[in-house]
């Protein structure tokens, strides 16, 4: 059987899945990417390799592309003008947006065709994006993640302590009772506010969907309907492949 193997590569690791049609088959992380990793996944793949589709936030991957291409019949680094794409895109520069915001919104989009998304992918940094119910990339913002703006407050700060954020967040408490505490809630109710913000500046039927590292934490907390997809990326990556097919 044709397989389809999708790369996500982010800040800090890299995703890498193998779909049959839509159905994922595996799926698998690594902190770091190399090709003879990947050369190895696309050897123990249960069938030939026929489309494979890389997207990266670094510049960096031009080895992996190189073994992409000797291993699959056709690969791909994603872009706004490399491949076909099931949705358009309207930012006034899609040359400068990021691979990883194209292939989350056709994720969204994979699963509410029709509808207006509001797309949240809350990884290292955080982006808000918008797609309109006729498929279009309306634009979007980018803001730091909650790793990256509690080390801001140490950095930036005589006395704040460095802090990692726990992964269970209780969603009863709101504010800090303690240093710690408070930098940390600061930190998540910030990223909670401003999903809450864009989704009053939308159409009141908008579908908010959230993936990245941070993703069930922050649907959690959240009051509010928020859907989260942590193969968001992923799922993206092979509906793009699963669009250019036909």
Known sequence: MPINLTIDQGNTAAKMALWDGERLLDEAIEPHLTPEIVGRYVDA???????????SVAERGAPVLDMLRARAIRAVRLSATSVRLPI???YSSPHTLGADRIAAAAGAWSLHPGSNLLVVDAGTAVTYDYVDSDGCFRGGNIAP???MRLE???RFTARLPRLEVPREIKPERVLGTDTREAM???AVY??????????????????????????????GICDFPIEPVSNLVSKGLNSILLFNEQ
């Open 152 to 154: 801001a407050l140490h």
């Open 45 to 55: 793949a249960p069938g030939p390799v026929d489309a494979a589709l890389y997207c």
């Open 88 to 90: 358009t895109i309207g």
């Open 184 to 186: 940390i809630l600061g």
């Open 145 to 147: 993640g909650m790793r």
């Open 190 to 219: 910030g990223i909670v506010g401003a999903i809450s913000y864009y989704r009053s500046r939308l159409p009141a039927d908008t579908v908010t969907v959230i993936t990245g590292g941070w993703a069930n934490t922050l649907a």
